[in-house]
């Protein structure tokens, strides 16, 4: 699956470091930018010495990420690759194979893993580890690289709930702390022209930011792979379709949408709204075979100084795609995606439009071949946290806090990970859904 505005492999960006002078609602806060500059010298990967890098979540994106990796430094290997099920990496694994840097890879069936588990057997024989799967499983497997002393770049969202928010955050910490490497996949921050814009807008460019707005209007993503009866159990049949399970997915506000929310991060300098209201459901894509998720929401952010930030997100079949953000100042207004500004300081971006993709993983090995690791995972934390607002004031008709999100016990997770049986998960409802 990838992004329609973002189709796997095109343009992408990291933090800048321009908050100096950003606007009054910002004031005495941090600034959205990769949290780079870590000191310690690493032993295994800095300099030039072979860096051994594991795949963890062998889908579309995995495979683009492992494409990039090994385009951004000569010094890298593919050397062992899991995934919850063998015919994934056996489909994937020949297109990295086949790509102008297959040479690199070096996968013999006895460093496939397949199952659950699969991840700590790439981790452990790993220095740098691609998370790519669903982002259920993005804490657990972090968790468990840091605990390892291997650097990580992790896909967004971060977390589907708070207790694995916390954990993602917990092990953040850890990795800090270790002076490891932690780069995330909100690609945006890692696409010049974008960098460019936000770098203005911060500038003051476009005066006080009064209001933000994003929308991420689309057709949806794949329709479900597997029918229940090409399973072997329930539990295969959610995962082979995980983005309709809110428990794998998020549900596409914090799995896809989060993407524009992620730029309402970066233009606030990621710090956290006061709280957030929100409707939304479930009107068009209403069969069954679409698990639990909705597929709409409309959310306003409140932050201080009286900025609000809109988001609207939808998968609706038969509609208009709009995936475009704006940044509306006292001065003028913002393009996010063309870039552009209108109003006292007109300025439109010609430059270059290199692959923010690639352009993340270029950054991330020079950053950790410098003995400077980047390690960006609280930004990253706070765009999921945003869209897990979201996400829970719709589905449950209240006003939503950051700290209902920090503090929630409402965990997700399934019983036991098994493929065996596994109920069928509700479907919110608002006014009627409990959030604990
Ligand atoms: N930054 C972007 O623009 C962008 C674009 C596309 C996808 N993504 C993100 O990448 C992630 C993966 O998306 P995708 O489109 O590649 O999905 P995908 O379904 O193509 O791939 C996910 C893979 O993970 C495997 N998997 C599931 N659970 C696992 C587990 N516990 N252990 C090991 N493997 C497991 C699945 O079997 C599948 O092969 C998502 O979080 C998505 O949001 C980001």
Redesign the pocket.
Same mark, same amino acid.
Do not use: N, S
């Given at each position: 699956? *990838?992004?329609p505005t973002?189709s796997?492999g095109r343009p992408s960006a990291s933090p800048s470091s321009s908050a100096s002078t950003r606007r009054t609602f910002l004031a005495g806060t941090t600034a959205g930018v990769v949290t780079a500059g870590l000191s310690v010298p690493l032993v295994h990967a800095a300099g030039s010495s072979t860096i051994k890098v594991g795949l963890?979540?062998?889908?579309?994106?995995?495979s683009g990420a492992a494409v990039q990796t090994l385009t951004a430094d000569s010094g890298t290997r593919l050397v062992a690759v899991?995934?919850?099920?063998q015919d994934?990496i056996d489909e994937q694994l020949p297109v990295i194979k086949g790509s102008a840097v297959g040479e690199r890879v070096d996968v013999p069936k006895d460093r496939q893993y397949a199952g659950?588990d699969?991840?700590k057997h790439v981790i452990d024989q790993v220095d740098l580890v691609l998370l *790519?799967?669903?982002?259920h499983?993005r804490p657990i497997h972090l968790e468990y690289a840091v605990s390892k002393g291997v650097h990580a770049f992790v896909?967004?969202?971060m977390a589907v709930d708070g207790p694995g928010l916390r954990k993602f955050l917990e092990a953040v910490k850890q990795s800090k702390a270790k002076g490891l490497s932690l780069v995330n996949?909100f690609?945006w921050r890692y696409f010049p022209p974008r960098r460019e814009l936000m770098k203005r807008v911060l500038e003051g460019q476009i005066g006080d930011v009064v209001a933000i707005e994003t929308t991420y209007n689309s057709q949806g993503v794949w329709d479900p792979r597997k029918k229940r009866e090409e399973c072997s159990s329930d539990m295969e049949y959610q995962?082979r379709n995980?983005y309709y399970y809110c428990w794998l997915s998020g549900d596409h506000i914090v799995?896809?949408a989060v993407?524009g929310i992620d730029t309402m991060g970066w233009i606030t300098g990621d710090i956290r709204p006061i709280r957030c209201s929100a409707v939304g459901g479930r009107q068009s894509r209403t069969d069954a075979k679409y698990g639990n998720i909705w597929d709409h929401f409309s959310v306003v952010y409140e932050y201080p100084n009286n900025v609000r930030g809109y988001h609207h997100c939808r998968h609706w079949v038969h509609t208009d795609v709009q995936v475009a953000d704006f940044l509306l100042g006292s001065k003028g207004m913002a393009d996010v995606f063309k870039p552009a500004i209108t109003g006292e300081n007109k300025w439109r971006y010609r430059g270059q439009r290199p692959d923010m993709y690639q352009v993340e993983h270029d950054e991330m090995y020079a950053a950790i071949r410098a003995g400077k690791p980047i390690n960006n995972g609280e930004q990253a934390a706070n765009s999921t946290l945003l869209a897990l607002m979201g996400r829970t004031a719709a589905y449950t008709g209240r006003a939503v806090t950051p700290d209902m999100i920090l503090n929630s016990k409402e965990d997700l997770s399934p019983p036991k990970y098994e493929f065996g049986p596994l109920m069928a998960p509700a479907i919110p409802v608002p006014g009627y859904t409990k959030f604990a």
């Open positions: 699956m *990838t992004d973002t796997g963890v979540g062998c889908g579309g994106r995995g899991a995934d919850a099920f994934r659950f699969a991840y *790519t799967t669903p982002p499983f896909e967004k969202p996949g690609c995962m995980w799995e896809q993407h």
